[in-house]
């Protein structure tokens, strides 16, 4: 018995040291921790007990509050620090949070969740209408963002505020202006011209054909977005696929099936059934191999595109084969512009400050340099502007200044969009059509009527009321 | 540990005493709060990773949720509305088809190889049930995933072998074709697995049976067919349900091959496809858990019919 005691005693008082030791160490890191920071108050204090931990990046100024960011653009990083170094007020902290759809995903669970969404999120632009819907972002015009409205042109701005032009839920960073990309090598091996019409278009690709060529393009199933693109080109400033606008919500306006859409869809399907175009997917490695070995004469291609291509095996610089022309047009006395994706920073419902996030949104982006332009088309007509973009040459097209004569052009033409709120839904809906008419199964008019009546069934069982 | 032993030695002479029935009830008590505590790992395991979120999504499943109207709660409704949707009746469709297609082809080829392999005894027998294996101990998405690159257009030695003969192969992800390249990448997963089970039966039976057939004259066909077969009927009922089940809630194969299939495999390729579409695409939560339930339910018929037949008749085949 006695012993026990004794050794309890002992214990005890081995404790009883032990937290004075801590506390004394605990004090004295305390104490160093307020030298270095020079007596910052509780708050701020409190506030850097809730930063998150794991930035991709490096906070510069420690102190400052700071906004999380999810980004999947290849120069994130480099505009990430920039903006970092240049405020003390915010800082950001990046995450890769995966590119499309991979995030997509993730920022709808966090919405769904109602927690663990970032401060300000990348999203494309055709995604905004989706989330809009959802009350996941902030109308930022309540931050800031009419003091850089003038910053973009008017197509840009009706992409960004849907529909009614009162809100502006996102700050756009990078275009999609399209154009067709063309093989110097195929057109000059088998005497092509460059065609400025699609009828010239499907001549030069009869032409090609006889000639035993390859294919002169491709018309691929999965990948919706840029059937949409040839769509709007054809639909021109008239009445576009849909009709939205977030400022009467329930309202939809479907038009899937009109004569534009139509025509275009008949145009691509005859060209695949004359075997004049090929109808590899374009999201497969098969289609980058076929870029490669110049098996296509041309890809109709957003300005994106050749950065995405630069690891693909195809020589750049003296020896490339691809250049870039114009989007050939239906009308060419009334060209149309269109464009394929593209991506902006919305700041997200979640936010618990709105105002410092979208400081973030607006500057991230907002004073594009040559270090953060990467292969991206900017949105910010200052950047369009700038000398050192407009006369860059780029290696890809052999050297062309590819900006001057065909991507600022295509993008000054541009009129802006309107996307629907179930972007995802339509388009897998779309890809199921392409599937069906590229095959053979399915005659082209008689396919759009039915998505239309597809598209309608399911607007109507989300509540819409279909125009 | 000896402490604890000498505390339950000294219990017994205390007891002695009570009534005999008491002692029984005290001390089933004590072997049922015993037994508790051995299930309770894998009882609270179960209990908050399946039978909390089963009934979590089952009162999601209630509810119903439009893009422009708010959430409401539609009870049935659902339900009701998956029964009817033609892309979730599609999906269900293809499964049961795959199924039917699969299945047999899968128990006829992993049965006639457990067959040779077992009435061989030689070293390319050791190393060919191995190398049949082998196909399930890849992961199902490299195994997709490379299945994807065999079927390629430009890449895949199957465009190369017809174009040996200036032809072109088939397409094997094309919309039309993608029905047969999915069977060949499950048969091939798990052809290998299933071997296994109806070998490891195989090597269960007494080998004075064998003896007996041929004393009595059965050749080696007659053995196999005759009386193997009928001896590992509960591994192939067994492979069954398995196969049943996984098809029904096939996934990853079609899901890996999608972006390299153009299109052919849309977003309500089969059930267990469209039900993640629909939460995480389509953002339609609610009606996901409906479907994800509405699989569970036909799954559960279909296996419990099946059992149910089975069990009636006694022996298969």
Known sequence: ?467 | MTHAGSAVAMKPPRQASAPNEKRSRRASRRRHSIGWIFVAPFGIVFIIFLVVPLIYAFSQSLFSQGLATGTTFTGLGNYAKAFTDPDFLGGVLFVVVFSAVLIPIQMAVSLAAALVLDSLTTRLAKFSRLMIFVPYAIPAVIGALMWGFLYSPSFGPISQFFALFNMSGPDLLSSGNIFGGLLNVVTWQWAGYYMIIIYAALQGIDPTIYEAAKIDGANARQVAIRIKVPLVTAALVLILVFALIGTLQFFTEPTVLTPMANGAIGPAFTPNIYAYNLAFKFSQINYASAVSFALGIIVFIGVYIFLFLTRKKGSFL
């Open chain 1, 1 to 467: 018995m006695s012993v026990a005691t004794q050794s309890k005693g002992k214990s005890v008082k081995r404790t009883r040291t032990l937290v004075a030791v801590l506390a004394a160490s605990g004090l004295a890191v305390s104490l160093a921790a307020c030298s270095s920071s020079g007596g910052t108050d509780s708050s701020t204090k409190a506030a850097a007990a809730s930063k998150p931990a794991n930035c991709a990046n490096k906070i510069i100024d420690k102190d400052a509050p700071e906004v999380t960011l999810w980004s999947w653009s290849p120069t994130a990083q480099v505009a990430v620090d920039e903006f970092n170094n240049a405020h003390t007020d915010v800082q950001i902290c990046w995450t890769n949070a995966g590119a499309g759809s991979a995030e997509y995903d993730k920022f709808s669970t966090a919405i769904a969740a109602k927690k663990s969404a970032p401060d300000v999120v990348m999203l494309e632009t055709e995604q905004l209408p989706s989330f809009e819907i959802k009350g996941a972002l902030v109308d930022l015009t309540k931050y800031g963002a009419n003091k850089v409205k003038n910053d973009f042109s008017a197509g840009t701005l009706k992409d960004i505020s849907n529909g009614a032009g009162k809100g502006i839920y996102a700050i756009p960073d990078d275009g999609g202006p399209v154009a067709m990309m063309y093989n110097k090598d195929v057109f000059d091996k088998y005497g092509l011209s460059v065609p400025t019409t699609w009828d010239e278009y499907a001549a030069q690709a009869q032409k090609l054909k006889d000639a035993g060529g390859p294919a002169m393009g491709d018309w691929p199933s999965d990948t919706p977005a840029f059937a949409q693109a040839m769509f709007n080109q054809a639909a021109g400033s008239g009445k576009q696929t849909f009709a939205y606008s977030l400022a009467d919500k329930q309202n939809l306006g479907l038009d899937i099936n009109s004569a534009a859409n139509k025509k275009v869809l008949s145009y691509w399907t005859d060209l695949v059934d004359k075997k004049l175009v090929s109808t590899i997917g374009q999201q497969t490695t098969d289609f980058t191999s076929a870029l490669a070995k110049g098996q296509l004469a041309t890809f109709i291609a957003a300005s994106w595109e050749p950065g995405h291509l630069l690891n693909a095996g195809i020589p750049t610089g003296a020896d490339a084969p691809w250049r870039v022309a114009m989007l050939p047009q239906w009308d060419a006395d009334k060209p149309v512009q269109v464009n394929w994706g593209g991506s902006t920073y919305a700041v997200t419902a979640q936010s618990a400050q709105p105002k410092l996030a979208a400081e973030v949104a607006i500057g991230l982006f907002g004073d594009e340099n040559p270090k953060t332009i990467g292969a991206h088309f900017p949105m910010h007509l200052k950047a369009q502007k700038a000398d050192w973009f407009v006369n860059a040459t780029d290696p890809f097209f052999g050297g062309q200044a590819a900006n001057k004569e065909v991507w600022i052009p295509a993008a000054k033409g541009y009129e802006g969009t309107v996307y629907s709120p179930f972007q995802n839904y339509y388009y897998t809906q779309l890809t199921s059509l392409l599937t069906k008419t590229s095959g053979g199964n399915a005659k082209p008019a008689d396919a759009l009527d039915g998505l239309q009546k597809t598209i309608t069934n399911y607007a109507k069982s989300q509540g819409f009321t279909v125009k």
